[in-house]
């Protein structure tokens, strides 16, 4: 496997680490000869979540700490694969070309002979902050597949559920007298301007009970006039189921009638030819 | 941990015919949808000898072990599902933490419109605000009991006169209709138009929530 | 018809304190989120004598009946609620139409830094990261509502600040976030190692079996 890895001849480095990658890929196992087609390196690249995600897997192949990473080693594979993602015009995210340059500038301060007396700051590894991120990714790198292998629900774990089918719709809310009202005053101003149409007031006792004694009627069975003036109001409820009648009476819903000359007024709801 | 263990368990405790009628259970439920015999059966592969057969005895086990608890197994032209009996119905209102939508505008007026007019027509009460009443508003109102059909009109068509019921007045707490505001005192609320495209109302608030064939109503208003 | 029946049945015969464990059970299998407390409290509004107490005392009995079904109630960061029991999973998964899509690292690595860091912005992720975050992703998660904006970092363009929610912790089991694997220790670099590479230096036996001490001390590759 580390073989081509080793290979003295930087020229070489790209289609060498292609072996060791291929082979130790899960497309493995194949004659190192063999030809990969250029589809199966696109899935492969593709499958990096960027730029510290590829380094921790150039580092992880190798069994290197991090803490300890050969700088210009990492960065030697590094630029092989982004010449090679170059080369079959993946579409390469600008963080790559970002890491590449940090990459160069770590590696040439690591060159630069360590000043003696130089101050606290610049004594510091330039690699820090790299691997500082480094370990920092990989943490949640790794917190992810452990959420990934967690059981999930409607994956792993299934919710129990019956229908609702047999069940009553909730009743919906009961109207308040406030917005009933409010509606109507809406109503009425567009009544209004269409200025044509005028809404009559009569009281609203009246007209309840105009509904009442429509209620109670038949169409083909006579009632006696006098039994829907009956109420248990008193007075003012005969007042009222007159004038309902009257109301009625006039829009021309009832029909009068009387058995006998001198026999009780009758009043059935009136029928029209349709239903004769 | 547990998760490994679990696992195991099914592999090497495969459930038997006995457990046939657990691992239907647990399909059902797992469900969203009824479940059809062949989705059953599917749910039951690599357990030996379990068939067609098999599978119906297993329910019948399994609907009888319900029949007193407050679940039913039934079966429906698209197939088997468990769903909460009915007379449970009021406590699964009660526990839903979502609450009913509000009445929608269209559906206020109309009852306010039947309460002050009836009894009425549909016609009527359309010509009233100037705008169609939908079928769906109308079904509402009727199927809450707070309107009811007190007869039909003898013109042609016969249309169904509407008046409001005892229901409607309980609801809204009063104990009689005349116990709303006359209808001249309302009109004193109603300003004279100022401009033209003044439908809007005072209750722009109250359309929150309002259904959409009101909206597609509104453009024939003025 | 029937409808009526039912409803009566209720009023009349409303169930006592045996029947509260149907109640329960009707009311948890009709929900299709978790169910808090006091949504089971409510959902025996009428019943006399329920209380807390008593609600607890019949989810224990519910839960004991279940003991050798295929369903348990479990209770989650949002309340309580039946599933099916994990050894089942494998029958449900076969009985399911098709299988639940998977989750794209990207989009489980996002989810893994708002869950540990939260509240975080999505420039913050991606720092982490390294790369930039999908909108279609940050959209996928906040759908799911595993995630939500909770508030705005006060720095220019005040970038929402983003966190987890209970839906997140209920799809996952757990009833608290601490309850999650803890994140790895971040190692201290202890003195790095002085690397004094050459371009042309072949990473000699750098590779093969290595472990992490011989690693430590390659600062002698060349």
Not at chain 2, 10 to 17: F, I, S, V
Not at chain 2, 35 to 58: I, P, Y
Request: net charge negative; charged share 30%.
């Amino acid at each position: 496997m580390t073989a081509a890895v080793e290979t003295p001849d930087p020229e070489s480095a790209v289609e060498a680490d292609w072996a060791c990658r291929v082979n130790g890929s899960p497309l493995g196992e194949l004659p190192a000869d063999l030809y990969i087609p250029p589809d199966a390196l696109e899935v492969f690249l593709e499958s990096f979540e960027g730029p510290l995600d590829l380094l921790l897997y150039l580092i992880r192949r190798q069994n290197l700490d991090i803490l300890a990473i050969p700088i210009a080693e990492i960065t030697r594979q590094y630029m092989a694969y982004i010449e090679v993602m170059q080369a079959l015009r993946l579409e390469l995210a600008g963080e790559y070309l970002v890491m590449a340059a940090l990459l160069a500038e770590i590696k040439s301060r690591m060159l630069l002979p360590r000043p003696s007396a130089a101050s606290e700051d610049s004594d510091e590894d330039p690699r820090l902050a790299l691997i500082r991120q480094l370990q920092e990714y990989e943490r949640f790198k790794t917190a992810a597949e452990r959420l990934e292998a967690m059981p999930r629900m409607d994956r792993d774990v299934f919710h129990a559920q019956a229908s609702r089918d047999a069940l009553e719709a909730p009743p919906p809310p009961a109207p308040e007298l406030e917005e009933l009202l409010e509606a109507l005053v809406g109503v009425l101003r567009r009544a209004t301007l269409r200025s044509h149409h005028q809404i009559s007031s009569e009281a609203l006792s009246v007209r309840e009970r105009m509904a009442r004694i429509l209620e109670k009627l038949e169409h083909d069975a006579f009632v006696e006039f006098t039994s829907l003036l009956t109420g248990v109001e008193g007075r003012p409820g005969v007042v009222v189921s007159f004038l309902a009648v009257l109301e009625l009476s006039k829009a021309g819903l009832l029909e009068w009638g009387q058995g006998d000359p001198y026999g009780p007024i009758q009043v059935r709801r009136r029928r029209t030819g349709e239903d004769a | 941990m547990t998760e490994r263990d679990e696992r195991e368990h099914t592999e090497t405790d495969t459930p038997g015919l006995d457990g046939l009628e657990l691992v239907l259970e647990a399909v059902l439920f797992a469900a969203s949808e009824p479940l059809r015999m062949q989705d059953l059966v599917a749910a039951c592969t690599g357990m030996e000898g379990v068939g067609h057969g098999e599978v119906e005895a297993a329910l019948q086990r399994l609907a009888e072990h319900y029949r007193d608890r407050s679940l039913e197994l039934v079966r429906s032209a698209s197939g088997f599902r468990f769903r909460v009996r009915q007379r449970f119905s009021s406590h699964v209102q009660a526990s839903l933490p979502e609450r009913p939508p509000r009445l929608s505008r269209a559906l206020l007026e109309t009852l306010a419109i039947i309460a002050y007019r009836q009894p009425v027509t549909r016609a009527e009460i359309e010509d009233i605000r100037g705008v169609a009443v939908s079928t769906q508003i109308m079904r509402n109102i009727l199927e809450r009991e707070w309107v009811h059909v007190v007869g039909h009109k003898e013109v042609p068509g016969r249309p169904a006169l509407y008046a409001t019921t005892r229901t409607f007045l309980d609801d809204l707490g009063l104990s009689r209709l005349d116990e709303l505001p006359p209808l001249d005192a309302l009109r004193e609320l109603v300003d004279p138009p100022v401009e033209a495209d003044s439908d809007e109302g005072p209750s722009g608030g109250a359309a929150d929530g309002a259904s959409s064939d009101e909206t597609a109503e509104h453009p024939t208003l003025q």
